[in-house]
RNA sequence: GGGCGGCUAGCUCAGUUGGUUAGAGCGCUGUGUUCACACCGCAGAGGUCACUGGUUCGAGUCCAGUGUCGCCCACCA
């Protein structure tokens, strides 16, 4: 091949395409369990299919791709397990809000199968749509081993997991107060609740007390936000000692005052005085309610009729409001704790899971939406004349991450499950460091989380997941309760005789009831869909509607995707795995339940370290998504960069911090120039090119002149960073190649390797121990930067420009081939796990003119570098002396092309320069002789202590050495006195400061020797710079 | 309210256990294309390391506090 007709631009697309599917036709991801290697397994933190991959999912997937490749290299038999992620609610709400958007249909129209069936196919499609993106990313999964949290095998160890949990005991039925979602029609979690400070008001209502006696107030009044709620109000309360709870604000005030600054202080003080007024104005008051809730007062609850109790409870703070708190259990998170406290109290529940109000309204109310019953409420509490006031006030206002409506907190029954035992488990894996946590501060975030052990509600009132395999049947009396269980006795028995398994084994038996009606429900678990459910159907059990969270799947992740419960051979090799890359928002709610089922269902842990990675975030400091528009899309990245590039400028971002900073850009699609995306333009629907004028469409465009308008991509400027280097490595191979024609294998001889052959290989060995260590300790950008300094500043800047003379000399020639041909080589595979494509586009080129390399002993090169060796750090190749002369040379060299640049001379014109420096370094300098012509256009003509300067010189003063340029037929004369000056000053003051830290006796008498001998050389050798730099300015001037 | 992290050049970030005159990329300035690469070469300018105090002979680095930005958790009827 001709090589000189490479293009000297990297064509990315080209490459990406061929090569993936080169490596996927070998089968080089494909891992198998009877591969004697040790093994090396990662398992994908599975992609939600709710959407496109973003770039945190780049970033997530490259770096466990850069492990995957490294470890291969190395001789790991290695898996990297892919799959995806059902993710119950973020799918199905994306589904339905599309279905109500474009047929204008719910999903009541078309019923659980059918809504089913479509979110099956959306998640076909977007499947699809992950998979290749993550092709085009270059990830080396194995893909024949791909797997869904939906899927057959995975539902298999769903359900076997909540079997073992429900006989085990460690699943039980209970109420939950949830936050509804009334638009979904379903709980959402904690997590998918989103907080907004908005403008509202708080009311103020008073309650008439019944049958107060003299000298007792006759109303009570409590203050709300939500107004509509009191009609499920089933209490009042007061605190049980106002007094005391006043003293102990005052006294936390007090203390936090003998820390405070004089700023503080004063706004304490007002906070104590207002705090005083406040207790002499309510205590009495607040105390006499407090005796009345003990003597069992009721109040007359308005507009329904109902009376409820006067409690005392400390949830009624006395310094805020009226002192005095309407409790409603059912719809508010604290007030159920309150009725946890209180059973008396009861709690009624007003809502209809549409959020409309229920049955337990009165009539009137029946049927409105939330707020509609507000100013019904609200009305009629102001024409009954218990309306006290209407406060403004700033509220926080919860709503559904998903759907974007508000949320009402709604009591549902739920699954739960107990976590005290596994919870305790998972801190001990951690703690015992069976799992490893790198940054190790996240191991705090774990362990905080699972220490408070809360109980797990695993139920979700969707459709899309996998459902709950209970089923349930009510009985409402003793004689109903008898039945059901002989009839469990019965159905156990038909068990054991159909199926040949015991009871203990297949299904299982759980009721509860009420202790004085003995009303109840009855519950059988069934592990697979055995002939017990046939029978358990006919007695009139109904499976459960919900279905379960989806982090209950995706906790099983690491050993449902090896096929756990089988014991597979998967299973025995790959598990526990290596290690898990994931992003810090999921530790809690997936790092630390994978370990708690892993060890639940394997009795080891999931994986031995964990590695949590930086997030990306946009120019402002803001999360990226695409509702914000600041988005971008890794294929946009990679079509205008390339696939290298992307990961590249991954790598190199990604630090121990917990961010990284990433400009956003719109690309435009007429002129390709970048344009600066702000919070304003990253709305529109078109922008307006700011170079050519010329206007281009956003993912916002919905009018038809705006989607005919071409797309602009959002993309950032930071990755032309990986596409110049790719482009810069590109070009070094072309080079390399070019030069390697007419190679033939075979060893180098020591003394055959000129200065910079010894000079490189000894750096190489460096960096591939710097590599080598960094990768190992996830710091991916320590890795990245090693690699692109010895590739751009040392391989091509010094290497490559030393040894071209080379190829011209027949007698060095092919020496100098077959050292480039190793050192290319050697490159690629360090460089292969972070930028893949372009390293196997060269080594396949490589091997087209050296399919046999190596200075030491030639062997043929894998057939692919994917699949090469590793480098090993060769010590016998470090050369101290070597990089001590390369110094020196580099020293010299700069100061010689300083001149030139500073002088403003040619590089047409040849110049002549002395150095004047000891012996030692002469020594040193005089080998490079050719070095300098060939690389500043100029020669030495006289190294050591005797070296005299020019007539005409230009000078430079380097640590021990002083060149002298000469300058006689260019002199800038003014040009030179500035810039000595400046040194002169420069170097005046940092004597300065040497000397008056010598002097300082502390330092002297404290310091180790060897700092302060240090001290003084550096002081005797800026005087003598300082001498030389005066000489030379006297000379000129 | 509790916890975590950031604050270093115009921008985005490095900076090991305290010890040379604090670095990189981009951007900027000057300069250069027959001779691998203008997605390039060569050279240059640019920093009160957020602030205050402390420890130390010596602090970007350690300690305390302040400010500021962000994230996580718990929460004000």
Redesign the pocket.
């Known amino acids: 091949m001709d090589f000189k007709s490479l293009p ?3 064509d990315h697309a080209a490459a990406q395409q061929k090569w993936y599917q080169f490596w996927e036709e070998r089968d080089y991801f494909h891992a198998d369990p009877a591969d004697p290697r040790e093994p090396f397994v990662i398992v994908i933190p599975p992609p939600n299919v709710t959407g496109a991959l973003h770039l945190g999912h780049a970033l997530n997937n490259t770096l466990q791709d850069i492990l995957i490749r490294w470890k291969r290299m190395s001789g790991f038999n290695t898996l990297w397990m892919p799959g995806t992620d059902h993710a119950g609610i973020a799918t199905q709400a994306v589904v339905e809000r599309r279905l109500l958007e474009e047929e204008k249909l719910s999903r009541h129209d078309l019923g659980r199968d059918g809504l089913v069936a479509r979110i099956w196919k959306w998640k076909d499609q977007y499947e699809t749509r992950i998979l290749a993106q993550l092709k085009q990313l270059g990830c080396s999964c194995d893909w024949q081993r791909l797997r869904f949290t939906l899927d057959d095998q995975c539902a298999r160890a769903v359900r076997e997991t909540f079997f073992r949990l429900f006989q085990d005991g460690k699943i039980y039925r209970g109420k939950r107060l949830v936050n509804w979602d009334t638009f979904l029609q379903t709980a959402v979690s ?2 998918e609740v989103i ?1 907004e400070t908005v403008k509202g008001h708080f009311w103020h209502f008073k309650y008439p007390v019944i049958d107060a006696r003299p000298g007792e107030p006759e109303f009570v009044t ?5 107004p509509e709620t009191m009609l499920g109000d089933t209490a009042v ?1 007061v605190h049980p000692d106002p007094a005391a709870a006043f003293d102990e604000l005052s006294s936390k005030l007090r203390e936090e005052m003998l820390t405070a ?1 004089e700023k503080e202080r004063a706004a304490l003080n007002e906070e104590a005085d207002s705090l005083l007024a406040r207790r002499a104005a309510v205590l009495p008051m607040l105390e006499k309610l407090r005796d009345m809730a003990q003597r069992g007062v009721k109040l007359e609850l308005p507009l329904t009729g109902r009376t409820i109790p006067l409690i005392a409870d400390e ?3 006395p310094e ?2 009226s ?4 409790i409603t259990p059912a719809h ?3 007030d159920y704790e309150v009725w946890q406290r209180h059973s008396e109290i009861g709690a009624i529940n007003i809502l209809n899971p549409d959020g409309t109000l229920n049955d337990s309204a009165p009539e009137k109310y029946r049927g409105l939406k939330m707020l509609k019953a507000r100013d019904a409420v609200v009305a009629d509490l102001e024409a009954a004349g218990l309306l006290v006031e209407i406060e403004n006030r700033e ?2 206002l919860a709503h559904s991450d998903r759907s974007k409506m508000p949320i009402e907190p709604y009591l549902a029954d739920q699954w739960f499950v107990k976590m005290d035992e596994l919870a305790q488990s998972a801190m001990d894996a951690v703690t015992d460091g069976r799992v490893k946590i790198t940054p190790e ?1 996240y191991a ?2 774990y362990l905080d ?1 699972l220490g408070e052990k809360r109980d797990w509600p695993v139920g979700r009132q969707l459709w899309w997941g996998h459902r709950i395999p209970v089923w349930s049947k009510n009985f409402s009396n003793a004689a109903e309760k008898a039945n059901v269980e002989e009839e469990a006795v019965q159905l156990a028995a038909a068990e054991i005789k159909d199926a040949g398994a015991t009871l203990e084994s297949n299904s299982c038996f759980y009721h509860y009831w009420d202790p004085e009606t003995f009303a109840g429900t009855a519950f059988w678990c069934l592990q697979n869909d055995h002939a017990n459910l046939a029978a358990i159907e006919k007695s009139g059990y109904k499976q459960e509607q919900d279905v379960l969270d989806t982090w209950f799947s995706s906790a099983l992740w690491p050993h449902s995707t090896l096929g756990w419960p089988e014991p597979t051979p998967e299973l025995k090799r790959f598990y526990p795995t290596s290690v898990l890359v994931t992003s ?2 999921i530790i ?1 709610l997936w790092v630390a339940r994978m370990v708690l089922t892993g060890l639940y269902n394997m009795g080891e842990v999931p994986f031995r370290e964990v590695y949590i990675h930086p997030k990306i ?1 946009d ?1 402002y ?3 990226m998504s695409k509702s914000k528009g600041n988005g971008v899309d890794p294929l946009d990245v990679i079509e205008k960069f390339g696939a290298d590039a992307l990961r590249f400028g991954i790598a190199y ?1 990604t ?9 956003v850009e719109f690309e435009c699609p007429h002129c390709g120039a970048l344009m600066n995306q702000t919070k304003q333009n990253r709305q529109l629907p078109r922008v307006k090119c700011d170079k050519c004028g010329e206007a281009f469409r956003t993912q916002w465009a919905e009018k038809p002149e705006d989607k005919a308008l071409p797309r602009g991509a959002v993309v950032s ?2 990755f ?2 990986g ?2 280097f ?3 490595l590109w ?2 191979a ?2 390399s190649l ?1 030069n390697l024609e007419g190679y033939e294998p075979g060893p180098v001889a020591a003394n055959d390797l000129t200065i910079e052959d010894r000079w490189l290989l000894s750096r190489l060995t460096t960096v591939t121990d710097q590599v080598t260590v960094a990768q190992g300790e996830y710091r991916f ?2 890795a990245a ?1 090693g690699l692109y300094d010895f590739a ?1 500043n040392e391989f ?2 010094f290497y ?2 030393m040894t ?1 003379a080379r190829f011209s000399v027949p007698e060095q020639r092919l020496a100098a081939q077959r050292v480039l041909a190793h050192a290319l080589d050697a490159l690629l595979r360090l460089l292969h796990p972070i930028v893949p494509f372009v390293t196997e586009e060269i080594w396949q080129l490589l091997a087209q003119v050296a399919p046999v390399r190596g200075i030491a002993k030639p062997q043929a090169a894998e057939e692919s570098v994917c699949i090469a060796a590793w480098p090993e750090a060769n010590r016998a190749d470090q050369d101290a002396m070597i990089e001590e002369q390369f110094a020196v040379f580099q020293a010299v060299l ?1 100061a010689v ?2 001149v ?3 002088q ?1 001379i ?2 047409k014109d040849e110049l002549n320069f002395t150095v004047r420096c000891s012996d030692q370094a002469a020594k040193l300098l005089r080998p490079m002789q050719p070095y300098f012509t060939q690389m500043a256009r100029a020669t030495g003509t006289a190294f050591g202590p005797d070296a005299a300067a020019p007539d005409l010189s230009a000078s430079m003063t380097l640590p021990g050495m002083e060149v002298h340029v000469d300058v006689s037929r260019f002199i800038d004369v003014k040009a030179e006195v500035a810039r000595l000056s400046k040194e002169r000053d ?2 005046a003051q ?1 004597a300065k ?2 000397d008056g830290k010598l002097a ?1 006796k ?2 002297v ?4 020797a060897e ?1 302060v001998q240090q001290q003084r050389d ?1 002081l005797a050798e ?1 005087r003598g ?1 300082l001498a030389s730099v005066e000489a030379a300015l006297g000379k000129i001037s």
């Open positions: 000297s631009q990297y904690d997590d907080r409590i203050a709300t936000t939500r309360a600054s949830w009624a703070k805020l409001g002192g005095c708190v309407k508010d998170a604290n509220i926080d501060r705090k975030t989380w810090r928002d809690t975030l120019s400091g803001e999360t971002l630090t121990e911090t917990q961010d990284v900073r990433l400009p400027e930071r032309e960073l596409r110049n790719c482009n810069k070009n070094a072309r080079f070019i950008a320590d930067r751009w091509c800047s490559l420009e071209k700069g092309r300083e030139r640049s500073r403003n040619s590089m420069q170097l940092f400061l040497i300082n502390g330092f008498d404290n310091a180790p700092v550096k800026a710079q």
